[in-house]
């Protein structure tokens, strides 16, 4: 009976908080009002049929439903839920806004100073490429990661391109597009284990750690070689044995990662040559 009771009290708090009478409750769940007044009154229990329409309409959970109290867990979730769509949704219609903005503003300008569209290309791009990072992911309903990956590298190129017919110059070829594709390898490669390599959290951000070591080491030397340097300099960029150069950092740096890269490698195969053999025995 105490149970009753208990559930009769928590549909009626809920039914009023809604601003809702019997009859209008009753009316939104095609029943009659006298159905619900013996439910608020603890002769009986709606039907099993109604529990989803009366949770939708009372606005609870169907745990608080069948426990007839509030779930303080839940809605603190619920609410933290909605203020993060909310959040979101705020964020990317602001860059909206600001990107098309941008680009109108620019459109504006470049035309009203130079009478000709020159600079603004530069900008359409860049915001492009702003854009395919922070709105394309959420766009696109399957392979978000490969696809926003493919579009901004294309753009990066296009916005190198349209600087190079900009401002002029032959370092498109020689400079730019070679460091940029050594660059965006690396980038690709990472997603690419990140995506497909089948193997445990460990072992994957190991090998991420061991390959960020070498990225440290040789965007030096890769630079450097596409800028003209001496090979004297360029050797001396990755030489272990000489730590009084301008490129001492990421010589500790690389030590670092490569040493944390393999602990954790080591870690993560003795982890996983653990759980196999546990397979095996069970």
């Known amino acids: 009976m105490e149970e009753k009771l208990k559930f009769a009290n928590f549909i009626t708090?809920?039914?009023?908080?809604?601003?809702?009478?019997?009859?209008?409750?009753?009316?939104?769940?095609?029943?009659?009002?006298?159905?619900?007044?013996?439910?608020?009154?603890?002769?009986?229990?709606?039907?099993?049929?109604?529990?989803?329409?009366?949770?939708?309409?009372?606005?609870i959970t169907e745990h608080e439903f069948f426990m007839a109290c509030d779930d303080l867990n839940a809605k603190i979730e619920k609410n933290q839920a909605k203020k993060y769509r909310y959040f979101m949704t705020s964020t990317k219609m602001s860059l909206y806004f600001l990107y098309g903005a941008a680009i109108i503003t620019c459109f504006i300008c470049n035309l009203s100073i130079n009478h000709t569209l020159s600079w603004f290309w530069i900008v359409l791009c860049s915001i492009s490429l702003a854009f395919s990072i922070t709105h394309l992911p959420f766009l696109l309903k399957r392979n978000q990661i490969i696809i926003t990956f493919a579009t901004a590298s294309i753009l990066v190129y296009m916005l190198e391109f349209i600087i190079c017919m900009y401002v002029s110059g032959d370092w498109l070829f020689q400079v730019a597009y070679p460091i940029t594709t050594v660059s965006l390898a690396w980038v690709w490669i990472i997603m690419l284990i990140i995506k497909y390599l089948k193997v445990s959290v460990i072992i994957k951000s190991s090998i991420i750690t061991l390959i960020a070591g070498v990225i440290i080491i040789t965007m030096n030397p890769v630079c450097g070689y596409f800028l003209g340097e001496d090979m004297a300099t360029i050797i001396s960029y990755m030489d272990l044995t000489q730590w009084k150069n301008d490129n001492m950092g990421n010589k500790i740096a690389f030590l670092c990662f490569i040493i944390i890269g393999l602990v954790g490698l080591f870690y993560g195969i003795v982890i996983r040559q653990k759980i196999k053999e546990n397979t095996v025995t069970d």
């Open 13 to 59: 708090q809920k039914r009023k908080e809604s601003n809702l009478t019997q009859k209008e409750f009753a009316e939104k769940l095609y029943v009659s009002d006298t159905a619900v007044s013996k439910w608020e009154r603890g002769l009986s229990y709606p039907d099993i049929t109604l529990i989803t329409h009366i949770c939708k309409i009372l606005n």
